[in-house]
């Protein structure tokens, strides 16, 4: 029996195939490590410098600047939301912590945050008189 003559070279195409899906299966491994190195980095300077998310968790600052200046201001001047400058002198603590939680009617939207930094932005939108 004759020998087909391209059998040889089909083999090496398939093994030339394989090998790269294995390495391209590989490399979006590497992928996502660098990825997550580069994540973890890029969280540490942040934490560094006071800001980013979840370096930032126990902040109530850093906590409105993320959630909530949408709509509040950066400088809680207002804008789709209303001015919280002296949200503290309108209600105690306890009631912002229920707006927070709960939203209202009128366009505030509620469980934005977990419970335990809605305290801590009632706690320091208290303090705002
Ligand atoms: C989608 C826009 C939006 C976002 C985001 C938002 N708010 Fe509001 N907020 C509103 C609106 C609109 C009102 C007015 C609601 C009303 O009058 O019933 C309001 C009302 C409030 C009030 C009551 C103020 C007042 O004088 O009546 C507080 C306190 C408040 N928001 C805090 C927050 C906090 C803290 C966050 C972040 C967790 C936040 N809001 C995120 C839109 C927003």
């Not at 089909?10 to 294995?22: E, F, Q």
């Not at 390495?23 to 800001?51: C, R």
């Not at 600047?65 to 603590?93: F, T």
């Amino acid at each position: 029996m004759k020998r087909n003559p391209v059998i040889p070279f089909a083999i090496i195409a398939v093994l030339g195939i394989l090998t790269m899906i294995v390495l391209s299966v590989v490399g979006i491994n590497q992928y996502e490590d660098i990825q997550q190195a580069g994540e973890e980095g890029s969280q540490q300077e942040e934490s560094g410098e006071g800001g980013g998310d979840e370096a930032a968790a126990d902040d109530p600052e850093a906590i409105f600047q993320n959630n909530c200046a949408s709509c509040h201001g950066g400088d809680l001047s207002g804008g789709a939301g209303p001015n919280l400058q002296e949200v503290g002198s309108r209600y105690s603590k306890d009631e912002i912590q229920e707006i927070v939680i709960n939203g209202t009617d009128g366009g505030m939207p509620g469980g934005l945050v977990g419970d335990s930094e809605a305290e801590m932005l009632a706690q320091w939108l208290s303090e705002h008189q």
